[in-house]
């Protein structure tokens, strides 16, 4: 049969659309015709290349895949079986369902986020959170944004537009998808100036460079690193005696901000956020999420009075949070009763501080639940592991956790894509030709999943 015979047995898209099943045709309309007419070029191409023959076969089978395929949501839900609880690529910090719970009733189908139920009056969405943020942290003002490097470039672009930004060249730092503190300094519009060397900067190097009262100096908290050995750094206290000498604003970058002492939960101890401010930081940006549990967002807050600059900046408005954030971030504060005690909501705060001893008693809830020839026949294990805490927060010390290994014969690569297209889909890691589901960051409600997916791929 000839390509223009071919050619003319592809049914029109209209025609297509009508032997659609009724559950594809609740698609948008306009996604629905973008998917059959990419297909028909596909169809097209192969049959130029001589690669198909029964047209209509083909081409229906083909859009039913791919309509089938987007018909379903993208974002799903996924079991983290990497043991890194503050995953990026997965979330980042867990939510528990009672705060997500919580945060829907406060927000569903309209909400008070910028309307004063006092008084009847335009409200302001950050007086929701900011008086909690005031009283954890110690400060006098705070303002919330879509992340701590949107906190970061509002910060320095609202006092040091135009001016010098004082930075240690320790400070420099990078973290992931190539985020680095000298190129948000240059899009805030501001000039960089280094002091010191990588491994040592002292006090004299700041004084050195500072001529008048303009400009300010940035403090970046180095979170996804540590410098050891011949070392030299400013203290964060003779850096705010300096500021205040010289009538210029200390902004401190911590990115991964604690609110609680992870000293008592055997974690590295990271000083506190109020730590900063009690310390003479005129301005602390810090995440919402990561040591804190809550949603993506970036905190700023410090002194009143350069707060309501940065308040005032135009380019806050692109940088402000939505409702649900906002109810998120309230809900996920309040679980911060003292400086050592957190509540069992806070699921960030809570995977972090369980111990191996709760850890290996799931481990044999999930391990129970499986067929002993299962378990025989694949060689599975629970064992002792170790894993970090994620997304540059605490990085100098591994976290005892205990993890599923599975020494198939099946390849761990395989094993990888097969969990990986689970129902509910499970992202465990290769270490050393074997295949791993780490517990740390799986809570107790997922174990079911875990033990039917192990099953299900290993039968």
Known sequence: MSNKNSYKQIPSVDEIIKNLSSELLLLPRNLLKKVIRDSIKQI???IANNKIKKITDNIYSLINDKLSEISKPHLNKVINGTGIILHTGLGRAPISKEIFNKAFDS???YTNLEFS???GERGE??????YLINSITGCESSIVVNNNAAAVLL??????ENEKVIISRGQQIEIGGSFRIPDIINKSNCKMIEVG???KTRLEDYEEVIKDNKGLILYAHTSNYKIIGFTEEVS???????????????IVDLGSGALVDFSKMELPFENLVKWYIKSGAEVVTFSGDKLIGGPQCGIICGSKKLLNKIHKNPIYRALRCDKLTISLLEHSLRTFISDNEVTRDNMTIFLLNRGRKELKRLGNKILDNINSKIIKKNNIELIESKVEAGSGSLPTQNIESYAISIKSQIKPKILSDLFRVASTPIIGYINKGVYFIDLKAIPEDQSNLVAQAIKKVLS
């Open 125 to 130: 969405r950050n007086n929701h959170v900011n």
């Open 155 to 160: 910060a320095l672009n609202t006092l040091g």
């Open 197 to 199: 060397t990588t491994n």
């Open 44 to 46: 097209k191409v192969e």
């Open 107 to 109: 927000t569903y189908p």
């Open 236 to 250: 964060l206290i003779d850096l705010a005696k300096l500021s205040k000498r010289k009538r210029i604003p200390l």
């Open 117 to 119: 139920l006092k008084n």
